[in-house]
């Protein structure tokens, strides 16, 4: 069902509502028959967008609410997250910065509600990698990210007044009975100390602590 605007050719052109077959409701600009401009859709799962749109396709800025109770505010390209945007997710943890494909890429700052700790760095496809520093209530770590983890020269600084130098290290695998076929549960890397200074700036270019 359409009620709105026409033009001369009839197709859906200006202002309109409309009720889709799959029971989702649109309201908003249309241009020759496709939803372009600002709109609100509403899906009959619950979720709700309401933003630019680019030829039925969400464009430019817009906040979409999901039905698990997360929020979207921010850039879309062609239906994708993309540019900036603040995700707040169902458990509260919120996340700020670039998005690419959907996915946090580029630099953003993670935010973890139940410890308040938060992740500001680098991202790759959704993961934690690159230099970053996580910082908690009263210490933070400096280094770089692989796959999620710290691996490799970092610090530890704490509020106190004292910085702890070092690197995380990958354990080798355990070689486990060949005829397992359990694969290898992953190893944490290991923090592996060499010394604690007074605090100084560093960064992750810096591979050898100053004397």
Do not use: M
Not at 11 to 29: I, M, S, V, W
Not at 39 to 67: E, I, M, S
Not at 172 to 193: F, G, H, R, S
């Amino acid at each position: 069902e359409y009620e709105g605007d026409r033009n001369a050719e009839g197709e859906r052109h200006g202002f309109g509502k409309a009720r889709l077959p799959n029971g989702d409701t649109y309201e908003g600009q249309y241009e020759r028959g496709l939803r372009n401009g600002h709109g609100t859709y509403r899906f009959k799962n619950g979720a709700l967008y309401t933003g630019d749109y680019l030829q039925n396709k969400k464009h430019g800025k817009g906040v979409f609410f999901y039905p698990d109770g997360s929020k979207y505010a921010g850039d879309w390209v062609h239906d994708q997250r993309q540019g900036y945007g603040e995700y707040l997710y169902a458990n509260g943890d919120t996340y700020t910065g670039e998005w690419a494909n959907n996915k946090r890429h580029g630099q953003g700052t993670y935010v973890y509600k139940d410890t308040g700790s938060k992740y500001v760095g680098a991202w790759v496809n959704g993961i934690q990698e690159g230099p970053a520093e996580l910082i908690h209530l009263n210490h933070r770590f400096k280094g770089t990210f692989l796959n999620g983890k710290p691996l490799g020269h970092g610090k530890f600084v704490f509020d106190i007044g004292c910085e702890q130098h070092g690197e995380y290290i990958q354990p080798a695998q355990e070689k486990e009975e060949e005829d397992e076929d359990e694969p290898p549960l992953p190893v944490e890397p290991k923090w592996k100390a060499s010394e604690i200074t007074k605090l100084r700036p560093w960064s992750p270019h810096d591979k050898e602590p100053a004397p």
